[in-house]
């Protein structure tokens, strides 16, 4: 499939032009899964090109026309569900039966979006001049580029695409080299779906090397990123000679805290399955756990006995919780980051290492620690993997100063029953999103995104559509 789709520049399927290729890897396996084509300078300069002519011809369809063309997106995206299913657990290693929940989260960017583009409405403001009145509007920013991680390869593209669609931008994607047929499929949709050619182009490569290009370019007026802290940093340093505008999330690393009030069990077994869905390689996933002393024995000790039953597996096995990490990389880091929290006296309560069981593969068993202190690497770094820390507390303010100390600010979670206490806490965490007695937190609607560390900007609901949209305003004034 890599061979026969490829690059996707103004409207076309192509190798890079020089032939260059690069192999996928099986996160599971370890064996390769085929070659994708590079991107030359040539072929990302050929996109920024084809971008720049396709969003003339884009704005010139009346808003009832681009919706319809977007929501056809999504419907391909609902359609093909298994296919991307099959690709993301080929590639990121997720069990497949989990893919279908980002499959109708992307194709809801799609649909939610197609609807917006009906509703970029302008205002009319009386003048201070006799007869004169002020009429603010809104123009698509112009040609955006797009960067995306491996964790969720299908959603992260498809909340950048929508929103730059429905605004009236075109867009050049950068996918990660480790799930590209995820990509492609996606962009694939677009393309059967009739969008005019140039409007949505896929390169495939180094990140560095595509920057470079991208960033150096007058003609690409924004970037949306989601990636690392010092990627992040790089491209808004390199976005200031060009004057682009910029958002971006960029991690986190999600406190929970449990409250004396709370059902101790109830959240133990609301969070087992969302730590580890993903093998833990998620933005917003409860990575750093603050229980109130009173429940800390009851919480962890629960906690401890569903992952234990949490069945590690092949991404295609139907009985599979947890499948390997995206990696090689990723689970050299799960392994030092183990076995530095080992020496720094928390206590191991289950796993802590690869299971035995498999061969090949980024396997690891999902790891619980206890006794976690805060000056811990693993309760300051944002942990993307398996792994638990579990510390205590005594009252509300300890723990609202704890859980803002480092510079982290995506997600939080607060358990309690009192609605006083959830008021406080959820008021004064320094997050950007905040799950009071749930984690679901990603919907098409609501404005995704983080705060200091974690990035600006947001992706979802109409803050998403206003990152891609120039407000401007004419004064007339009869003569």
Known sequence: MYESLGLYI?????????????????????????????????????????????????????????????????????????????????????????????????????????EETKRIYGQTIESRQAGGRIVISHEPVGVVAAFTAWNFPLVLLARKIAPALAAGCSIICRPSEETPGSAMLLIKCCHDAGLPPGLVNLVLGKADEIAAIVMASPIVRKIS????????????????????????????????????????????????????????????????????????????????????????????????????????????????LVEETKRDGA???????????????????????????????????????????????????????RANKIEYGLASYVFTRDAATANKISGELKAGMVGVNTYALAAAEVPFGGVRDSGFG???????LRDYLEPKYTHFVPL
């Open 10 to 114: 103004e409207g076309a399927w192509r190798t890079g032009a020089s032939g260059r290729t690069r192999p996928v890897i099986d996160p599971s396996t370890e064996r390769q899964l085929g070659d994708v084509p590079v991107a030359e300078a040539s072929d990302v300069e050929a996109a920024i090109l084809a971008a720049e002519m396709a969003r003339h011809r884009w704005t010139k369809l009346d808003p009832w026309q681009r919706a319809r063309i977007i929501r056809r997106i999504g419907d391909f995206v609902r359609e093909r569900e298994a296919d991307f299913s099959r690709m993301v657990a080929q590639e990121l290693g997720r069990p497949a039966k989990h893919v279908a929940g980002e499959v109708a989260l992307s194709a809801d960017q799609f649909e939610w979006f197609a």
């Open 225 to 336: 990123l989601t990636g690392s802290i010092s990627v992040g940093k790089k491209l808004f340093r390199q976005s200031a000679e060009t004057l682009k505008r910029m958002s971006m999330e960029l991690g986190g690393h999600a406190p929970v805290i449990v409250c004396a009030d709370a059902d101790a069990r109830k959240a133990a077994e609301l969070t087992v399955p969302v730590k580890f869905r993903n093998a833990g390689q998620v933005c917003v996933s409860p990575s750093r756990y603050y229980i109130h002393e009173s429940k800390v024995e009851e919480f962890t000790s629960h906690f401890v006995q569903l992952t234990k039953k949490l069945k590690i597996g092949s991404p295609f096995a139907n009985d599979t919780d947890v499948g390997p990490l995206g990696t090689e990389k990723r689970l050299r880091q799960i392994e030092e």
């Open 347 to 401: 206590r191991l309560e289950c796993g802590g290492r690869r299971p035995h069981e498999f061969n090949a593969g980024y396997y690891y068993e999902p790891t619980v620690f206890s006794g976690c202190r805060d000056e811990m690497r693993i309760m300051r770094e944002e942990v993307f993997g398996p792994v638990v820390p579990i510390s205590s507390f005594s009252g509300v303010e300890e723990v609202l100063e």
């Open 458 to 464: 947001r992706e979802g609901g109409i803050y998403a």
